[in-house]
């Protein structure tokens, strides 16, 4: 059994501080969500690398690609919420189109902030900026893909998206993996189908992988982590070797990872079953990130039955 | 530069905007023609900018937060050396950088900006970013008025303010008029200072189109130490041409070819009564 770790954002955080004590060029900007995005120690430690604009966050991505013009490592740090739909503009502008080495950091994403309602949930945030030009867009799954992020975000030099959950996360990958932005990661290989999976859901297939395992189903598993630019090598490779794809993602089905893989299923001509899971069109339920993502189909059980169906097992 | 030469460059910077919208088909001329004076001040008299310095960050910095104003800018630009007249000239063509809003792509540029409200909060942040890095240049912003609507210019303000940037010089180019009418029957934003003032700049009005008086007031700024600075520059939409100033139309209008050589002929005038 793997074991859990610590929330993303926390690895988040800390990583950042490591990183900031050796690296005085790097500046965080926050929006009265120095709590919430684990920052407080930062900025005890390291005050005068810390800006804070209030609860602004179109100002915080304004603010951010100013500093970033004027030589500094930036780092916004905003509910990914809010960051992502009211500063959309500022994305786009100031941050995409002006090429600038800004990584906005979008804490509680998706349904992290669960009870609190669709105003905090960010199950948008894919569509929207995969259809901004010169965005790259990271939803790290564990602690080890949250840290090596935001350590290679440091020198990416480009316009950079990456989403954090708040709830521990169970530790998939062995620190000896190997992980690039951009590039996915093959957590096991298996004949049957091929699970792909983003950010904080990849633990509930990696679980269902070990259900279909007792039934003698075998599963390959992507952590599809960055969204865009996507992996289409090894995704298409997959696809062609699998049975049946299914994608699951903490994000509407709209726009996210599974229109994505679906676009390239089709446009490469490939014969292959798919099933996308992910939060359908509809007024959302309420509950907490596990309920809810349970709600809709992402339990591990219930990921492991859809591949069942999908292999007509 | 003295005094003279710089209102003889503002005539010929109004001829060359009125030129390269005519020729390309398309512009802001109003706008252009009611901040150029500003920008003739800032480039040639007040900021530390050169094609030299410019990759180098030990300067000062502009951001052009009113984007659409981009012929008066691109202008300036190419008469400091930025680039030829025969790039220029390539405005609005296919495949062309110079288009109807500034982009880095174009040499001199600071920041692509063309959606309202967004350059102030940049321009926060690079004179921050300047604050940290404990240099004494300063930023310069120049806003339309009609954009002071946008409520992210007001967060920006109070970051401004809470940062002490007396570092940060914002113009108001208060020509009274925007695309629909004028800004106080469209959207009233009046009183400006006062609203500046509360969110704890100091502010100073001058002529925007005088440039002695620009001179003077960019002599005198920043007004307070710890203070950020906003300049509201009283000015004319199209100022300059008689028949474009204070016209609605002329907003984004393009010059036919007799409004074109007529309005060439008015600042030839002006020109030749400085010989």
Known sequence: MNKIGKPNLEVFSETLLKEARKNKNIIVVTSDSRGSGKLV???????????EVGIA????????????????????????????????????????????????????????????GSTHHSIHDFATLRAINNMTIVAPADNFEAAEVIKQAISYNHPLYIRYGKKPMMDIHPPSTKFKIGKSIVVKKGEDLTIVATGETLQRAYLASEILKKS?????????????????????????????????????????????????????????????????????????????????????????????????? | MNEKNLKKKSLEYRKTILEIIFQSGAGHTGGSLSCIDILNVL???????SPKNFPNLDRDHFIQSKGHSVEALFT?????????????????????????????????????????????SVAVGLAICKKIDQKNNKVFSLL?????????????????????????IIIVDRNDLQITGKTEDVNPIEP????????????????????????????????????????????????????????????????????????????????????
């Open chain 1, 41 to 51: 120690p930062f900025g005890k430690e390291l005050p005068n690398q810390i800006i």
């Open chain 2, 76 to 120: 300036v630009l190419c008469d400091c050396g930025f680039y030829s007249k025969k790039d220029l000239n390539t405005l609005n063509q296919f495949n062309s950088h110079f288009i109807g809003h500034p982009t880095k792509k174009v040499p001199g540029i600071e920041h692509n900006t063309g959606a309202l409200g967004h350059g102030l």
């Open chain 2, 144 to 168: 339309g008025d009609g954009e002071l609507s946008e409520g992210s210019v007001w967060e920006a303000c109070t970051t401004a303010s809470k940062y002490n940037l007396d570092n940060l």
């Open chain 1, 57 to 116: 966050e179109q100002n915080l991505v304004g603010v951010s690609s100013g500093l970033a013009a004027g030589g500094k490592i930036v780092f916004g740090v905003s509910p990914a919420s809010f960051l992502t739909a009211r500063a959309l503009e500022q994305i786009k502008n100031d941050v995409a189109y002006s090429d600038l080495n800004v990584s906005l950091i979008g804490i509680s994403a998706g349904i992290s902030y669960g009870q609190l």
């Open chain 2, 43 to 49: 480039y040639n008299s007040v900021m530390d900018i």
């Open chain 1, 216 to 313: 003698n189903i075998h599963c390959s598993i992507i952590s599809m982590h960055t969204i865009k630019p996507f992996d289409k090598e090894t995704f298409i490779e997959f696809s062609q070797n699998s049975k049946a794809i299914l994608t699951v993602e903490e994000h509407s089905i709209f726009g996210g990872l599974g229109e994505c893989c679906a676009s390239l299923i089709a446009q490469n001509n490939i014969n292959v079953k798919l099933k996308i899971l992910g939060i359908p069109d509809e007024y959302m339920i309420n509950g907490s990130q596990a309920d809810v993502l349970d709600h809709y189909d992402m339990s591990p059980e219930k990921i492991a039955e859809i591949s069942k169906d999908l292999l007509n097992k």
């Open chain 2, 192 to 275: 400006i200072d006062k609203k500046f003032k509360s969110f704890g700049f100091e502010t100073i009005s001058t002529n925007g189109n005088n440039i002695s008086d620009l001179l003077y007031v960019f002599q005198h700024v920043p007004v307070k130490e710890n203070k950020p600075t906003v300049i509201i520059a009283k000015t004319t939409k199209g100022s300059g041409v008689s028949f474009i100033e204070n016209q609605i139309n002329w907003h984004h209008k393009v010059p036919s070819k007799d409004e074109y050589e007529s309005a060439i002929s008015e600042l030839n005038e002006k020109l030749n009564s400085y010989e």
